[in-house]
T-cell receptor, first 117, second 113 residues
Framework: ETGVTQTPRHLVMGMTNKKSLKCEQHLGHNAMYWYKQSAKKPLELMFVYSLEERVENNSVPSRFSPECPNSSHLFLHLHTLQPEDSALYLC????????????????FGNGTRLTVT | GDSVTQMEGPVTLSEEAFLTINCTYTATGYPSLFWYVQYPGEGLQLLLKATKADDKGSNKGFEATYRKETTSFHLEKGSVQVSDSAVYFCARSQETSGSRLTFGEGTQLTVNP
């Protein structure tokens, strides 16, 4: 299997639930990202990991907790979410962070459609 | 800061029509520019890219030219197909980090037979 795989594809959860989103990349990349895609808004970069170290956290609420156990896997742990957190969550990877994005373009997964009730 | 502005959608065209989706970017630094496409139920895929002024990116019949004087990177295709129906995102590399991207809001394109 190649590319970036995200599971589950769809998730419905209540505000008191705890769930996790999973992302796996088979491209040998060293950088991984979480993006949030909401209707009629630009993609929001949430977290960036490089070689399993978190290098960016864009003012994301603490109810979102990322984890990167190795360079191929990335998780997003969710707890006590709000209805406005309903969105498509996209995982992406790139070869690295040191080069320019021209030579190291992003490869996206198909996303997890999250609905918070 | 870095930003990208795309023409508002949705855009609806008939098959074989000419397509233009406008994109402008903030003129800070010397960014690389990109168009990504998102087909229904999928993630974003890189469609084309350009790294410097007057470069033209092209792929699958789509083209975009990096225009520094107008800070634009408009997407064009001479004859669209039903299979081109998707959401198109313009993006630029961030000034502070070449490996991060700033995306526009996306433009929904629907092509009718």
């Amino acid at each position: 299997e190649t590319g970036v795989t995200q599971t589950p594809r769809h998730l419905v959860m209540g505000m008191t639930n705890k769930k996790s989103l999973k992302c796996e990349q088979h491209l040998g990349h060293n950088a991984m990202y979480w993006y949030k895609q909401s209707a009629k808004k630009p993609l929001e970069l949430m977290f960036v990991y490089s070689l399993e170290e978190r290098v960016e956290n864009n003012s994301v609420p603490s109810r979102f907790s990322p984890e990167c156990p190795n360079s191929s896997h990335l998780f997003l742990h969710l707890h006590t979410l709000q209805p406005e957190d309903s969105a498509l969550y996209l995982c992406a990877s790139s070869q690295d962070l040191t080069g320019s994005s021209y030579n190291s373009p992003l490869h996206f997964g198909n996303g997890t459609r999250l609905t918070v009730t | 800061g870095d930003s990208v502005t795309q023409m508002e959608g949705p855009v609806t065209l008939s098959e074989e029509a000419f397509l233009t989706i406008n994109c402008t970017y903030t003129a800070t630094g010397y960014p690389s520019l990109f168009w990504y496409v998102q087909y229904p139920g999928e993630g974003l895929q890189l469609l084309l890219k350009a790294t410097k002024a007057d470069d033209k990116g092209s792929n699958k019949g789509f083209e975009a030219t990096y225009r520094k004087e107008t800070t634009s990177f408009h997407l064009e295709k001479g004859s669209v197909q039903v299979s081109d129906s998707a959401v198109y995102f313009c993006a630029r590399s961030q000034e502070t980090s070449g490996s991060r991207l700033t995306f526009g809001e996306g433009t929904q394109l629907t092509v009718n037979p």
